[in-house]
């Protein structure tokens, strides 16, 4: 069935650093991507999407490109701070098909100041 | 516009007992879904309604997890009875369509 697979974690940086996470996906036909946030106790929240080959999302500093030909979605920010430290998911909605989203296992980032 | 309602918030109960939890989505949503998350993954789609029919329940374990959508809106996941490794957040979410998902809080639960 379709799947993503996320980036191990966790991921420790410094303040101002890069990030990058990387995300592979496994689907048939044409699935919209997502990430998603979760930031210490509280639920998740949608950080950015793309639903088509190409499209790049972009929130609050954070991007990623839908590559259909590496079938990535990597999620990546120039220069974290420390609100950034949270866990992040990668996510699939199939299409067509019948709605059903699935995660990837979440990596934790930590920002140090 | 409100988001998705679930209460409660958290519960400990004793391995065996029952539990239940309700979700109400954000009005309007077709889909709605029950996911679980154990401390350290993802989350885990538990069930799927589409309006009050289910669309996937794969891996619900039915044996002891039962769930309901009363009239396309509310809905309820209940477990009985409870084992230890049932504990976990349990999330709500709801959607308009094949967008993103919009999550609730979540309720955590332990049993001892």
């Known amino acids: 069935g379709d799947s993503v697979t996320q980036m191990e974690g966790p991921v420790t940086l410094s303040e101002e650093a890069f990030l990058t996470i990387n995300c592979t996906y496994t689907?048939?036909?044409?699935?919209?991507l997502f990430w998603y946030v979760q930031y210490p106790g509280e639920g998740l929240q949608l950080l950015l999407k793309a639903t088509k080959a190409d499209d790049k999302g972009s929130n609050k500093g954070f991007e990623a490109t839908y590559r259909k030909e590496t079938t990535s979605f990597h999620l990546e920010k120039g220069s974290v701070q420390v609100s950034d430290s949270a866990v992040y998911f990668c996510a699939l909605h199939p299409w067509p098909a019948d709605y059903k989203l699935s995660f990837g296992a979440g990596t934790t980032v930590t920002v140090r100041a | 516009e409100a988001g998705v309602a679930q209460s409660p918030r958290y519960k400990i109960i004793e391995k065996r007992q029952s539990v239940a939890f309700w979700c109400n989505p954000i009005?309007?949503?077709?889909?709605l879904y029950w996911y679980q998350q154990i401390l350290g993954q993802g989350p885990k789609l538990l069930i799927q309604?589409?309006?009050?029919?289910?669309?996937?329940d794969s891996q619900l374990p039915k044996d002891r997890f039962s769930a309901e959508r009363l009239k396309g809106v509310d809905s309820t996941l209940k477990i009985q009875p409870a084992k230890l490794e049932d504990s976990a957040v349990y999330l709500c979410?709801?959607?308009?369509?094949?967008?993103?998902?919009?999550f609730g809080q979540g309720t955590r639960l332990t049993v001892v």
């Open positions: 979410a709801s959607s308009p369509s094949n967008t993103e998902a919009f």
């Open positions: 689907a048939t036909g044409y699935p919209s």
């Open positions: 309604f589409q309006n009050n029919g289910v669309v996937d």
């Open positions: 009005s309007g949503h077709a889909t």
